[in-house]
């Protein structure tokens, strides 16, 4: 019986990201593995020569009708970006029994606990009071918090509920807030049993108190997020984007930063340029960093391996997230990037 062979094309991740010394030591015991140490997509003609080979795909390959047709053996591909991307015909993985993996479940607690944090940061100001006390323009004691609201006991409202939606309602448990839901792919049934409402987009921006935007770009929802949908919300409501930039009008959310109290984790355009408005604005910013963790890379890697070595022995993957055909069509998900480096002071 031949050896299991591996296509390890990660790009826009490295391998040395997702698998450590002892991580990749067993992925070479499980098979053997084809690709090279590249800034880049393998080339084609490495991936066209070793397609009739491979058990498994590791990365984001271009695989249409056509390649998949030439894989005899393949089982499983494994997107270890994080998104379900067009690049892969699902009917014809469908049809061989192929099973489409993503490692996105990793990321779904780490965003998460940064999604919260961004919440309390707006709620309690601790940006905006440690840039006060550094410019010495504080106010002590109660004359520092008149803008303060607590999360314990507030109406929340979760846009989208996936993985990271129902990662966030289990950390918020200990707030004991009223949870609202807003998320057509789910029956009301189901969003009740994870203890929430299920409630239409207007109501869950009207009456909540704090909203997490955490839905997936999909074909039918780029840019929902607009002028409209924000002036329902409430002067002073805490507005938290730690999904996908594409389902906001940006132009519309800085228009609102000052009356809502807004933090994005993502932009339309990453890095974000120089000149960029929102550098300048109300909202609190971070850099695409919610999910990127180290704790999240480590996880990647024995999720991969475990499910790699269930789908090798004819056994279903149970770590990992099956792509559900339908699902997958309707996915507007844009290729990432492994991340940007700050340029060094004086470079061009």
Known sequence: ????????????RRAGSIFDPGQMRRLHALADVVTEDIDGRLPAALVEAALPRI??????????AERIARAPRLRAVINVEGNFLPNVDAGACAARGIEILSVAPVFAVPVAEMALGLALDLARGITAGDRAMREGKEAYGRFGCAGS???SRARIGLVG?????????????????????????????????????????????????VVFLL?????DNPGFIDAEALAKMRDGAILVLASRAAIVDFPALLAEAGRLRIATDVFPQEPVPADDPVRRSQMLLSSHRAGGIPAAFQDMGERVLDDLGLVLRGLPPMRLQ???????????STPGR???MPKPAGAA
Request: glycine share 8%; charged share 25%; proline share 10%.
């Open 215 to 219: 839905a997936g770009a999909t074909r």
């Open 322 to 332: 099956r792509a559900n055909p339908q699902t997958m069509a309707l996915m507007r």
């Open 161 to 209: 509920f996936g993985n990271l939606g129902r990662a966030l309602r289990r950390l918020l448990e200990g707030f004991r807030p009223k949870i609202l839901v807003h998320d057509p792919w789910l029956p009301a049934s189901a969003i009740a049993d994870e203890s929430c409402r299920a409630c239409g987009l207007d109501e869950l921006l009207e009456t909540s108190d």
């Open 1 to 12: 019986m031949p050896r299991p062979v591996v296509l390890l094309d990660p790009h826009p």
């Open 338 to 340: 492994e991340g940007a």
């Open 149 to 151: 609201v607590l999360l």
């Open 55 to 64: 058990s498994a795909v590791l990365g984001q390959t271009d695989l249409p």
